[in-house]
Structures are given as C-alpha cells and as structure tokens.
C-alpha cells in the first residue's frame, strides 16, 4: 500500500469513528463524519464533494452542515467565480465545542439543584445525594469553563 492509499484508509477510518462519536453525544453521524473529514482536510470543501466523498445525498449534507453551523463548528466560505459553497472548519470551533458541553453541564445542574428545591426538608438523604451530583456537574462545568478559556483563540 502506497502512501497515499495508506492516507486515504487513515482518514476514512478517522471519518467513521468521529460519526460515532458524535453519535454518542447526540448528534447525527453524519453531522460528525462532516466535521472529521474537514478536520482531517485541512482546507475547504465543496458542498458537492462532501455529498460525493461521504456517499450520501445533498439533503443529508444539508441537514449536518446546517447543525454544524448553527453550534459554530464550521462556516461557509466562498471562492472567487466559483458558485458553490464551501465549508470549513470555523476559527474557534473547538471553543465552540466547549462551550456547547459546558452549557449542558450547567443545564444539567440546574435540573439538580430545582429538583433538591422541591425536597420537603425531611429529605436529608435525598438532598445530600443530589448535593453531591450537582457539585459533580459544577465541577465539570468549572474545568470546561476552563478548557474553553484555552482553547479559544484571541479576537484579531
């Protein structure tokens, strides 16, 4: 196998793994078989190449790539006389993945903490295991917040 064969099994291998992982946090593998495959590119690609090089049809395409740009992980590029969109990854978008994790977390303690407000104060037990999982998700929410503030990259 030559090198470049080699390169094309690496990134179609790449490509699967990440459907399944967006598949994982709920959303649609293709939405996540998009963002690999301009992840591993490097560079923009065309709407119809990506409806061509994942082997589904536009309107599958057009639903991911709607999602993606709706949570900030890609953007819509033009170039000069060419009619087609193309697609990128966006400048911050592994900022933008932090912080969609991170609103979750918050919203998840949030659920917690109106639940424990609804205990009667009989529930000791209750609330002090329901204290502990909202701390967890503070926790989360804390390192997340942090990750974000790294990996964000400075406004020009």
Same mark, same amino acid.
């Given at each position: 196998m030559?090198?470049?064969?080699?390169?094309?099994?690496?990134?179609?291998?790449?490509?699967?793994?990440?459907?399944?992982?967006? *598949?994982?946090?709920g959303?649609?593998? *293709?939405?996540?078989?998009?963002?690999?495959?301009?992840?591993?590119?490097?560079?923009?690609?065309?709407?119809?190449?990506?409806?061509?090089?994942?082997?589904v =049809?536009?309107?599958?395409?057009s639903? =991911?790539?709607?999602?993606?740009?709706?949570?900030?992980?890609?953007?819509?590029? $033009?170039?000069?006389?060419d009619?087609?969109? +193309?697609?990128?990854?966006?400048?911050?978008?592994?900022?933008? *993945?932090?912080? +969609?994790? /991170?609103?979750?977390?918050?919203?998840?303690?949030?659920?917690? $903490?109106?639940?424990? $407000?609804?205990?009667?104060?009989?529930?000791?037990g209750?609330?002090?295991?329901?204290?502990?999982f909202?701390?967890?998700?503070?926790t989360?929410?804390?390192? /997340?917040?942090?990750?974000?503030?790294?990996v964000?990259?400075?406004?020009?």
């Amino acid at each position: 196998m030559d090198t470049t064969d080699q390169i094309d099994q690496v990134r179609d291998d790449f490509i699967t793994r990440m459907g399944v992982i967006a *598949m994982g946090e709920g959303l649609p593998r *293709m939405s996540g078989q998009v963002f690999a495959m301009l992840v591993f590119e490097g560079e923009p690609i065309a709407f119809g190449a990506l409806s061509r090089r994942l082997s589904v =049809s536009r309107a599958t395409i057009s639903t =991911s790539i709607r999602l993606l740009e709706e949570r900030g992980l890609i953007r819509r590029v $033009n170039k000069t006389g060419d009619r087609q969109d +193309y697609f990128q990854l966006a400048d911050d978008a592994y900022a933008a *993945m932090t912080k +969609y994790a /991170l609103a979750g977390t918050r919203h998840a303690k949030a659920e917690i $903490n109106d639940t424990i $407000n609804k205990l009667p104060t009989e529930a000791d037990g209750v609330r002090a295991r329901l204290d502990s999982f909202a701390e967890f998700y503070e926790t989360i929410s804390t390192a /997340l917040d942090d990750v974000a503030t790294r990996v964000s990259k400075p406004k020009i």
